[in-house]
């Protein structure tokens, strides 16, 4: 393991802490009970998805399933 390596791994924890971080913005609609919701970037790394749909559980219902990501966030997504 050099310095390259080192480097290597941060810049990639980077990158998926920004994705967390990006993905926080957005709502999560659960097709189980309907409902929108948001969650912390701590709970969306590793998080498994096909395109916008990700591999969740709705705070709502407690449903552990696929959730549609809208990117809908006028109010707060001002970038
Ligand atoms: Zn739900």
Same mark, same amino acid.
Request: charged share 20%.
């Given at each position: 393991?050099?310095?390259? @390596?080192?480097?290597?791994?941060?810049? #990639?924890?980077?990158?998926? %802490?920004?994705?967390?971080?990006? /993905?926080?913005?957005?709502?999560?609609?659960?097709?189980?009970?309907?409902?929108?919701? @948001?969650?912390?970037?701590?709970?969306? #790394?590793?998080?498994?998805? %096909?395109?916008?749909?990700?591999? /969740?559980?709705?705070?709502?219902?407690?449903?552990?399933?696929?959730?549609?990501?809208?990117?809908?966030?006028?109010?707060?997504?001002?970038?």
């Amino acid at each position: 393991m050099g310095i390259a @390596a080192c480097v290597v791994l941060l810049v #990639l924890a980077a990158l998926i %802490v920004a994705q967390a971080r990006a /993905l926080a913005r957005c709502r999560f609609w659960c097709k189980s009970c309907g409902q929108l919701f @948001a969650l912390p970037w701590t709970k969306l #790394l590793f998080r498994q998805h %096909v395109n916008e749909e990700w591999r /969740l559980t709705c705070p709502h219902c407690g449903h552990k399933g696929w959730c549609i990501a809208r990117r809908n966030g006028k109010d707060e997504d001002t970038k």
